[in-house]
């Protein structure tokens, strides 16, 4: 019985108290505003007994945890998949430099110097390829060797440039199991 005129009290105490502030309230303009907010104020201290005894506010409560932990686990999916990528990013960056730098010493190995080294990688994760090297294009030089003199010396040393890098692409093609257009090396003058 003490409950019912506790809960009765406290209706009686929030009408007086609404409508002592409506009464103060120096702009009529906000009125009706004010009138919706006590509204469900008070059907909110009308029902909530009733919401007691059915267990709806736990109900209540707990769907609104368990919308609050989908949302926080909808961010935080977000967060860690945008860190993988930019993880991703980088060790993609590190391998295609690492494999760059390979394909330098390995032309050093043929006699020839390489200027510059270019890769594509295939960045595909859906077809388990990710990282297969897709194509090279190198740009060498011959070492300098000794100055030589005469058309016959140069076209010699021209031909032995050729050759070895004839070798490079055929051993590049070999090593990273790529055709023959997907290498591009050039072969510049000194």
Request: contains cysteine.
């Amino acid at each position: 019985m003490g409950g019912i005129y506790e809960w009765v009290r406290s209706m009686v105490c929030y009408l007086i108290l609404m409508t002592m502030i409506l009464n103060l309230l120096p702009d009529k303009k906000y009125e009706k505003y004010l009138r919706l907010f006590t509204g469900v104020v008070f059907l909110l201290l009308v029902f909530g007994p009733f919401a007691d005894l059915a267990g709806l506010e736990e109900k209540i409560a707990g769907t609104f945890e368990r919308l609050t932990f989908q949302n926080d686990a909808a961010l935080l999916k977000r967060e860690i998949e945008d860190a993988d990528g930019k993880r991703l990013e980088r060790l993609t960056e590190a391998y295609q430099n690492a494999v760059e730098e390979d394909l330098k010493r390995m032309a050093e190995g043929y006699g020839v110097e390489c200027v510059s080294a270019e890769v594509r990688l295939d960045t595909d994760m859906e077809h388990g390829t990710f990282g297969r090297v897709l194509e090279v294009r190198l740009r060498v030089r011959p070492e300098e060797a000794l100055p030589v003199s005469g058309p016959e010396a140069r076209s010699e040393q021209r031909l032995a440039a050729n050759r070895a890098v004839s070798e490079l692409r055929e051993r590049i093609g070999e090593y990273y199991e790529l055709g023959e257009g997907n290498i591009a090396v050039t072969l510049e003058d000194q």
